[in-house]
């Protein structure tokens, strides 16, 4: 499949009424002029392979992801790490990463579920310097990111697999879950070869882990993703305390 592009199906929004978040540190007065003031260009990505490198369109403050699920993957010195993304997250996904030049790595971009953007364009960028809570707004966005990367890390480092996969699937459950009477439904349709790679493992090893967590109810398959079962505040802590690292 051919990577897909920026260019294509463009919209125009009135990004505060879309991402109400961004706004709240402007006075209710600043809000009804800045909901007024910022009308941006939206586009849409479909699912598959993307690589923002080859984008004419680079806007100066980057992408705001509004809807969707994309993932950002590095493979280093033969081994794969993905980063999860979605909405509320700021991309700036053309800069060049800073290589380590004695064991080069590669970026590579995909869609899972089709992504649409704001393009944060000069005129946005205008507006921020008029309204500067919106650059405040930004940056926690930035910082929310790298706390969820450093949070990833710290998943990777349990010694079961399986207990890594289940605090990931919560993690991103408190995102983008949805709490029904069966449990919470989590909306994340990803192989089980990203799920290793999000994770620090091998995708056979997270095949397994899975089949022992639906094993003993703690996770299910559902047609566009998962439904986990149980309260995590007890779950999770109960087995973090114990779990055998000779299990591994």
């Given at each position: 499949m051919s990577p897909g592009s920026l260019s294509a199906r463009r919209t125009a929004i009135r990004l505060l009424e879309v991402d109400v978040e961004l706004g709240d540190g402007l006075a209710p007065e600043e809000r009804a002029l800045a909901e007024r003031a910022l009308l941006v260009p939206t586009t849409t990505l479909d699912t598959g392979p993307w690589d923002?490198?080859?984008e004419e369109s680079r806007p100066i403050a980057g992408l705001l992801v509004l809807d969707g699920i994309l993932t950002r993957e590095?493979?280093?010195a033969g081994r794969a790490t993905t980063e999860l993304l979605g909405s509320g997250d700021v991309l700036h996904p053309w800069d060049d990463d800073l290589q380590f030049e004695a064991l080069p790595f590669t970026?590579?971009?995909?869609?899972h579920a089709t992504c649409r953007f704001a393009l944060l364009?000069?005129?946005?960028?205008?507006?921020?310097?008029r309204w500067p809570?919106?650059?405040?707004?930004?940056?926690?966005?930035?910082?929310?990111?790298?706390r969820s990367l450093a949070f990833q890390r710290a998943i990777s480092q349990l010694p079961r697999v399986d207990d890594r996969l289940l605090v990931l699937l919560?993690?991103?459950a408190e995102r983008w879950g949805r709490v029904g009477r069966d449990g919470v439904r989590l909306p994340l349709n990803l192989p089980h070869r990203t799920l290793a790679t999000l994770v620090g493992a091998r995708r056979p090893s997270v095949t397994?882990?899975?089949?022992?967590?639906?094993?003993?109810?703690?996770?299910?398959?559902?047609?566009?993703?998962w439904l986990l079962h149980g309260d995590p505040s007890v779950v999770l802590p109960a087995r973090l305390q114990t779990s055998d690292p000779a299990l591994a």
């Open positions: 923002p490198c080859r590095i493979v280093f970026v590579s971009w995909h869609v364009d000069t005129r946005f960028a205008v507006a921020a310097g809570a919106l650059l405040g707004g930004l940056g926690s966005r930035h910082i929310r990111r790298a919560w993690s991103q397994t882990a899975l089949t022992g967590l639906a094993r003993d109810g703690l996770v299910e398959r559902t047609p566009d993703g």
